[in-house]
């Protein structure tokens, strides 16, 4: 199906338990099917990296993830 749809049925919250954002807020990473979500959303261009108060776990992965997406013009990196 639709990876989208896909998102209620995640299979796997990992926690960065001793890592929270600047409002205290925990940190989770969220797979569906063996992908990071919040990858595959910069990698389609419906989000960016922002916000980056220290290092977290998938960091590099994120920011590879928009260089390609601003590269390829994807998403909200089309110029449009």
């Not at 749809?5 to 995640?10: A, G, L, N, P, Q």
Request: proline share 0%; aromatic share 16%; net charge negative.
């Amino acid at each position: 199906g639709d990876w989208s749809s896909d998102v209620c049925s995640s299979d796997l919250l990992e926690y960065e338990a001793d890592k929270t954002d600047k409002y205290g807020r925990y940190l989770a990473w969220i797979f569906v099917d063996d992908q990071l979500l919040q990858e595959k959303l910069v990698q389609k261009g419906y989000a960016k990296v922002a916000y980056l108060y220290g290092d977290y776990k998938y960091t590099d992965t994120l920011q590879q993830a928009e260089r390609k997406a601003k590269t390829d013009k994807i998403g909200l990196w089309n110029g449009k």
